[in-house]
Structure formats: C-alpha cells, structure tokens
C-alpha cells in the first residue's frame, strides 16, 4: 500500500509563506498524479492543486491561483505545495493524494491513497 507522509505545517501570520512536502512510499511514486486537498473545521474537504505524473501539467483552484505551487521531485518521490501571501481564509488540514490514474485531477474520488494532512493556520 502506498503511504503518504506530510511536513511542513504550522503557524503563519498572513501574507506569510509555507512549503508543505509529501514523501511517499511503497509504490511507484513517478506514476502517480499527485494532489493537494484542504479541509476547514465544518467544511467539506476541498481540491488545491493537483499536479500529474510527469510534471508537466498542474490546476489550481481558482482561490488559490497565483499565491500556491505545487511541484514534484520523481527522484525524491516527494511532491511540494508552496504557499505564498497566505490569508487567514487558508486556514485548514492541508492533505496530500496520489492518484493511479496518473492524472491531476480536481475530485476527492479520483485519488486512491491519501496522507494524514498537516495543519495550516494563518493569523490576521
């Protein structure tokens, strides 16, 4: 089974930076579409940013365009999520997915192994 390990969370004061990392193991890492979701207190766990198999193609959510990176080191079998100009309004346990289907998908059901999330909080 493929396992997904998260860093880099913590507490930053808005318009601050993180860079979030996701080590995985047990599978083949360079095969995998590779996602980051977002889950507020209350509120259904949401898409970030996705990124698939080679690299070469990633998406965003529109909320966080321009502010977020995702990117992936196949060597390392590590996929990163940098975070620019957070806002309050990021606040969230930020999860790492792999997909098989190699894609970068933007729907919780199209990933097939999840980690056990980080937490993001950004102060005003």
């Known amino acids: 089974q493929v396992q997904l390990v998260e860093s880099g969370g913590g507490l930053v004061q808005a318009g601050g930076s993180l860079r979030l990392s996701c080590a995985a193991s047990?599978?083949?890492?360079?095969?995998?579409?590779m996602g980051w979701f977002r889950q507020a207190p209350g509120k259904e766990r949401e898409f970030v940013a996705a990124i698939n198999w080679r690299g070469r193609s990633t998406a965003y959510a529109d909320s966080v365009k321009g502010r977020f990176t995702i990117s992936r080191d196949n060597a390392k079998n590590t996929v990163y999520l940098q975070m620019n100009s957070l806002k309050p309004e990021d606040t969230a346990v930020y999860y790492c997915?792999?997909?098989?289907?190699?894609?970068?998908?933007?729907?919780?059901?199209?990933?097939?192994?999840w980690g056990q999330g980080t937490q993001a909080t950004v102060s005003s």
């Open positions: 997915a792999a997909a098989r289907t190699r894609g970068a998908g933007d729907k919780t059901y199209e990933y097939d192994y």
């Open positions: 047990g599978g083949t890492f360079s095969s995998y579409g």
